[in-house]
């Protein structure tokens, strides 16, 4: 079954700091990596992975793929209490079937 | 562009009740995708069509859920009947072809069932 896992589920840092947040999957048919931001509402987009070992980067964050450890990594540099968030991690398997992971809730405090 | 239009935003109804879910994708995207996300179980796909024709339906949960794509700016997802555990926010994406095109996600509707 495919399944997509990000570490932590919750995460609490204080304004500044700086956080790595963690996504490993298991899918059949790998195509893409992809991270949205879900404040109240719907998920925007963040970032989408494609090749091994390109790094990512808009402003304060960043993101990498790694296939062969099956995992990616989005790192928010300088935290401010608007990063408060759930981060979602999902994967492109096949045609264009997004399968997501639990996410992490990040809570900035200022 | 208004990006993907989903309506109602909230709906509350009475277990039994039908209820329809709305979407109109952007312009252009040939793919629509229907989500659910609770607290439990996070975000799952239900069901996406290509063109308007429906390629995986495999995230539907039962019989009781239905989705159509009668033309390209349209599309339901129904329940019928509703029941307690459907209370979810529903959300509508769509995107542009390929893979490598990321999917935009609608506003959602909120939807309780009591």
């Known amino acids: 079954e495919d399944k997509v896992v990000q570490s932590p589920l919750s995460l609490v840092v204080h304004e500044g700091d700086t956080v790595t947040l963690n996504c490993s999957y298991e899918v059949t048919n790998f195509r893409s990596l992809l991270w949205y931001k879900q404040e109240k509402k719907a998920p925007t987009f963040l970032f989408m992975l494609t090749s091994s070992g390109i790094e990512k980067k808009s402003g304060r964050l960043s993101s990498i793929l790694d296939k062969k450890e099956l995992s990616s990594i989005l790192n928010i540099t300088a935290t401010q209490t608007g990063d408060s968030a759930i981060y979602l991690c999902a994967v492109i398997q096949g045609a264009q079937k997004l399968v997501f992971g639990q996410g992490t809730r990040l809570t900035i405090n200022p | 562009d208004a990006g993907v239009i989903q309506s109602p935003r909230h709906e509350v109804t009475e277990m039994g009740q039908e209820v329809t879910l709305r979407c109109k994708p952007i312009s252009g995207h040939d793919y629509l995708f229907w989500y659910r996300q609770t607290m439990m179980r996070g975000l799952e796909l239900l069901i996406y069509?290509?063109?308007?024709?429906?390629?995986?339906d495999s995230g539907m949960p039962e019989d009781r859920f239905s989705a159509k794509m009668p033309n390209a700016s349209f599309s339901t997802l129904k329940i019928q009947p509703s029941e307690p555990r459907d209370s979810a926010v529903y959300f509508c994406?769509?995107?542009?072809?390929?893979?490598?095109?990321?999917?935009?996600f609608g506003p959602g509707t909120r939807l309780l069932v009591l």
């Open positions: 994406a769509s995107s542009l072809g390929t893979f490598k095109e990321t999917q935009y």
């Open positions: 069509f290509n063109n308007n024709v429906p390629i995986d």
